[in-house]
């Protein structure tokens, strides 16, 4: 019997300790998972979702952004083609060739 209520208290404490466990704040990730493909935000801007694969994995990612900064993301790409393709690669650097969600 006096095992029973042992165990009785350890249990209760448990779940008193579980109870009272502040919840974390969401990751990036289950936040851009959270939202819709497409969508507005509070300022009038629109927003677009899209899966991006993981370098070197068959994984993916969600990243969402406005669209002008999936647009400036694209002609960033561009200009770093056209200047790899011209020979110059001063101008491609990984500090100043970011994505969004970087």
Do not use: Y
């Amino acid at each position: 019997m006096p095992r029973f209520i042992a165990l009785l208290l350890a249990g209760g404490a448990v779940f008193a300790l579980a109870a009272c466990a502040t919840p974390t704040d969401p990751t990036p990730a289950e936040l851009a998972e959270a939202l819709p493909d497409h969508g507005e935000v509070s300022d009038g801007d629109s927003f677009t979702c899209r899966r991006i694969q993981i370098t070197g994995t068959r994984m993916f990612e969600r990243v969402c952004a406005l669209d002008s900064q999936w647009a400036e993301q694209a002609d960033r790409t561009g200009e770093a083609v056209n200047a790899i393709g011209a020979g110059d690669r001063s101008q491609v650097r990984p500090d100043s060739f970011g994505g969004p969600g970087r």
